[in-house]
């Protein structure tokens, strides 16, 4: 419950008060990543986005100054301010082109409490960077706490979006530290986090249990998929989520209009992902990975090396299981399967690998040239070199996966 | 003597001459421990049972309803957030020691404070120490103008501290916090004859951070040196068994 009544009205003006969920749309990103073409055509899909029914869109200030009329209206969506600036998209390695490459990790708050109710937002947002340094870490603690301090006294959200990243973060210690970081943010002054999901639906409860304020899952960078991203969300809600905030996942849409309708749907509990996906759903087969549940006895591994070698053993398994040493709470396995994503495919220049009618991968030995550039795409990780160095990909066990068939504790289940 | 009426005021509401106090503030540090996960039960459990209890602004802001109202602990609103408490266990182990202020002498006025609590970090440098008491001076000055009193919880934890100079280093921050001007000082428990001496030198309220429940006998030994109160932690909140009757012994010795 909240003390103040200004916080209260401009929170329920985002999150609808029969349920308490919220669908947002991040579109802010050419105020830090690159002018891309969801950037671009911002004006077409935030129109797409207000059709849609999405109940806040996340702008920067000049967005909302520009195209605040979009949301006009009492079925609009509220509207986010963005109120920081950061140059993390462009320190490499992201999905971004490095026009003006950057060394140093820079933040910087951009505006203030009074400038967002100018533009009539319903909250902030800001990021709480947590793994880069101490140093920054106190940094982002100040400005979070400042903007704190002004959200009170205006009576206006602030969100705080915690984000891991640095070189003190790795896949053994992420989720820990999102707990953590979420806890922190609400006990500087966070009204809602938006954060991203932890992996796994048992360590996002724990987050949500803990933080005790309204969580929105984030999307990241675009699926390849729907279907994988809406999931995202699924497991979200399923840990105690009360909504999400996409941005690229939904700005890079085919069809962005589709993408929040879908949201809306899922969030608000109209349709179920296989009601939504029920008339696209072919007959092809694919897998999904469930970490929560794997509790590491790696039958899977056995039984794909046996199925396609002969030989008993893990050590030739298309998939592979990676264990968080026993002692960490909470343990948890995280499983790596292809999820045919197709992202070895696209890597292929010489077009080596293809997918069959059947929705299987296969691979052309005369075209390849042991590049190894489809094992690097691969975000799964699950592609390596036989003797004679031809890529060995998953190849679903010919349409009868051997690892979901054995899997007794359904970590891999069949879509 | 406080010859501010609005900071005494606001001083009597959280001290009596024998007083008990809970700190629920690691959290903006560690994230929630086991006994924070649900601060709102907490809250309910002790708000009648401690005179006061420390909050982080973001906690108070939500839940402000939980403590509002006559005879239940006063809140105390932490200005300021430190990774200092982060150890080897930590998910992110501190490798620089940093503080920050996470609110303002005006900012706990408007969530309602009855006092800001500031942290000042021993032991950790000279440059730090510097910055430490500029950021607590500031602090006094402008809490002056609010009549907000500020108790100053002293914490001599850095590598500079050892067994050897553990007392000194606690009477230092003392002196240090006398002379810059708190209203009251939390300090760790110390020898006997140095808890003595601090509360008969200290002209502010003097009061104990203990890192257990007391037994009823050490308490009341506690408050015949001259201490004002006991502050405890959130490791108090172990037991959900344990606290209320322990809580309750505790409180049978004290004339309310």
Not at chain 2, 166 to 187: H, T
Request: some cysteine.
């Amino acid at each position: 419950m909240y003390s103040s009544p200004g916080k209260t009205a401009r929170l329920n003006r985002l999150f609808n008060p029969k349920d308490g969920k919220a669908v947002c749309v991040a579109a802010d990103h050419g105020w830090m990543s690159d002018p891309t073409e969801n950037v671009i055509q911002l004006k077409r899909i935030l129109e797409q986005v207000v059709a849609g029914g999405a109940d806040g869109v996340l702008m920067s200030f000049g967005t909302a100054l520009r195209l605040g009329y979009l949301f006009q209206g009492k079925d609009k969506p509220a509207i986010l301010i963005r109120a920081d600036w950061m140059n993390l998209p462009r320190l490499g390695g992201a999905n971004v082109s490095n026009v003006l490459p950057v060394i140093k990790f820079r933040k910087m708050a951009t505006s203030r409490a009074k400038d967002a109710l100018q533009m009539g937002a319903s909250a902030i947002t800001i990021y709480y960077f947590i793994g880069y340094s101490d140093e920054f870490e106190a940094i982002n603690i100040e400005q979070a706490a400042i903007f704190a301090q002004e959200c009170r006294k205006v009576g206006l959200p602030l969100i705080i979006e915690p984000m891991a990243v640095g070189g003190m973060v790795t896949g053994v210690n992420i989720a820990e530290i999102l707990i953590a970081s979420a806890r922190i943010a609400v006990e500087i002054g966070a009204d809602a986090l938006k954060i991203p999901y932890t992996g796994d639906v048992m360590t996002f409860k724990q987050l949500v249990d803990q933080a005790k304020v309204p969580v929105l899952v984030l999307g990241g960078a675009k699926s390849d998929v729907p279907r994988d991203a809406l999931e995202l969300v699924d497991e979200a809600l399923r840990a105690g989520a009360s909504g999400t905030v996409f941005g690229r996942n939904v700005t890079k849409a085919k069809d962005p209009k589709k993408m929040v309708e879908d949201l809306v749907a899922l969030v608000h509990g109209f349709k179920t992902i296989d009601e939504i996906f029920e008339p696209q759903r072919d007959k092809k087969i694919r897998l999904r990975a469930v970490s929560q549940n794997c509790v590491g006895c790696l039958i899977c591994e056995t039984v794909c090396t046996q199925w396609h070698h002969q030989i008993f053993g893990t050590a030739r398994a298309r998939l592979w299981i990676e264990s968080k040493p026993v002692e960490q709470m909470p343990p948890l396995n995280k499983v790596h399967i292809c999820t045919l994503c197709e992202a070895c495919i696209r890597a292929c220049e010489p077009g080596a690998l293809s997918l069959t009618d059947r929705g299987i991968i296969q691979l052309n030995k005369q075209l390849c040239t042991h590049c190894g550039a489809c094992a690097e795409a691969c975000p799964s990780e699950v592609i390596w070199f036989d003797e004679e160095n031809y890529p060995v990909i998953c190849d679903l066990c010919g349409g009868n996966p051997q690892c979901a068939r054995w899997c007794k504790y359904d970590a891999i289940v069949i879509k | 003597m406080q010859t501010n009426i609005g900071k005494s005021i606001r001083i009597n509401d959280i001290l009596d001459s024998k007083s008990f106090l809970l700190d629920t503030t690691i959290a903006s540090c560690l994230g929630a421990t086991p006994q924070l996960e649900d601060l709102k039960s907490v809250l309910q459990t002790s708000v009648r049972i401690f005179d006061g209890i420390i909050l982080n602004p973001g906690q108070m802001e939500h839940l402000a309803l939980e403590v509002a109202g006559k005879n239940r602990a006063a809140p105390l609103i932490r200005v300021d957030w430190t990774n200092a408490y982060r150890d080897q266990d930590f998910c992110l182990p501190v490798q620089q020691v940093q503080r920050v202020e996470i609110s303002s002498a005006e900012d706990v006025m408007i969530l309602g404070g009855s006092a800001a609590v500031a942290t000042l970090l021993m032991g950790f440098g000279d440059e730090f120490e510097a910055e430490n008491i500029r950021s607590i001076s500031r602090l006094l000055r402008d809490a002056y103008e609010l009549s907000l009193p500020v108790f100053v919880d002293i914490r001599p934890i850095g590598s500079g501290v050892s067994t050897f100079n553990f007392e000194d280093v606690i009477k230092l921050g003392v002196s240090f916090m006398m002379e810059a001007g708190a209203d009251a000082l939390i300090i760790p428990d110390g020898a006997q004859e140095t808890l003595k001496l601090i509360a008969n030198w200290a002209t502010v309220p003097v009061i104990i951070r203990s890192e257990r429940l007391l037994k009823q006998d050490e308490a009341m030994a506690i408050f015949e040196l001259g201490v004002k109160g006991i502050l405890f932690n959130e490791k108090i909140l172990e037991d959900p068994k344990g606290l209320i009757p322990s809580l309750k012994t505790m409180e049978s010795v004290l004339p309310k």
